[in-house]
């Protein structure tokens, strides 16, 4: 467990932009090099465009050229898990890593992806 990771994640909830919903989501992305890229949810007021934490900063690492994941951290007033969505995105760019599940005062848990996406459809299934 990184203890910068969860902090990373805890204080991305306070660049969350969440009119909304006022639920405030902090991610943070480990890459195997050390370096923790951050990310927030953004709300839109057409819902289905909202775009959660987890893939804010998984998109926003993809995008800075990185494709080496070896943990995140997920930060919500009450350790909430990552929605379906977010499963499915971050099962096919990081695979099995550990999922640390934090609230405001740090980790409550940690998951590891194939628990949390059983039997996950990916690249392999396209075959």
Known sequence: MNNKLIQKAINMCDKAYAPFSNYHVGAALELHSGKIIGGCNVESSSYGLTCCAERVALFCAIAEGHNNFKSMAIATKNDGMPCGACRQVIWELCGNI??????????????????????????????
């Open 98 to 127: 550990p999922i640390y599940i934090c609230n405001m005062k740090g980790l409550v848990k940690t998951v590891y992806m194939n628990d949390l996406l059983p039997d996950a459809f990916d690249k392999k299934k396209l075959k």
